[in-house]
T-cell receptor
Framework: GAGVSQSPSNKVTEKGKDVELRCDPI?????LYWYRQSLGQGLEFLIY????????KSGLPSDRFSAERTGGSVSTLTIQRTQQEDSAVYLC???????????FGPGTRLLVL | SQQGEEDPQALSIQEGENATMNCSYK?????LQWYRQNSGRGLVHLIL?????REKHSGRLRVTLDTSKKSSSLLITASRAADTASYFC????????????FGTGTRLQVFP
């Protein structure tokens, strides 16, 4: 598996429930990013991890959103008390060199009913 | 808010024709990248141009960068039906190099 993987591919949940989205970056990549893409829109930056440094959380839209990266590899994005406006495709990307090419996973399509 | 704005929003052409997409941005950049997205899922990196470069080529792709106008263009020559996708520009701001700020994208449809 050479690419970035994400799970689940699709998630349908009820308003108010919590969801966890997972990202497995390319092995050895120190940079990891989460984005959100609403239907027909561009990508909205959410959070960035670089090695063992404190993450850049400046893009998280509310305190219902959080993310962690364990052991500098796998990352989990958690959305608490989901709202309908959280429905979107959540994309993860990793990179070997900061500021340079990012490699994207296939995304998780989240639908909040 | 997103830094990049792209035009046109949508473009339809015949196979064999050239496709040109434009991107404008607001602040000084470290580099600018173009990505392609099929079917609303993962993005694929196409090309990166640095702020001190003016033009770059990769196969049928040609990218230009005009930092004085804060704009870039992506030209796809001799288009193919398989080029049908959404194309996004993305910038790394000079003052915030942890981020990649995406434009709104151009939806390209190439008819066989």
């Amino acid at each position: 598996g050479a690419g970035v993987s994400q799970s689940p591919s699709n998630k349908v949940t009820e308003k108010g429930k919590d969801v966890e989205l997972r990202c497995d970056p390319i092995s050895g990549h120190t940079a990891l990013y989460w984005y959100r893409q609403s239907l027909g829109q561009g990508l909205e930056f959410l959070i960035y991890f670089q090695g063992n440094s404190a993450p850049d959380k400046s893009g998280l839209p509310s305190d219902r959103f959080s993310a962690e990266r364990t052991g500098g590899s796998v990352s989990t994005l958690t959305i608490q008390r989901t709202q309908q406006e959280d429905s979107a495709v959540y994309l993860c990307a990793s990179g070997a060199v900061r500021q340079e090419t990012q490699y994207f996973g296939p995304g998780t399509r989240l639908l909040v009913l | 808010s997103q830094q990049g704005e792209e035009d046109p929003q949508a473009l339809s052409i015949q196979e064999g024709e050239n496709a040109t997409m434009n991107c404008s941005y607001k602040t000084s950049i470290n580099n600018l990248q173009w990505y392609r997205q099929n079917s609303g899922r993962g993005l694929v990196h196409l090309i990166l141009i640095r702020s001190n470069e003016r033009e770059k080529h990769s196969g049928r792709l040609r990218v230009t960068l005009d930092t004085s106008k804060k704009s870039s263009s992506l030209l796809i020559t001799a288009s193919r039906a398989a080029d049908t996708a959404s194309y996004f520009c993305a910038t790394v701001p000079r003052e915030d190099t942890d981020k990649l700020i995406f434009g709104t994208g151009t939806r390209l449809q190439v008819f066989p």
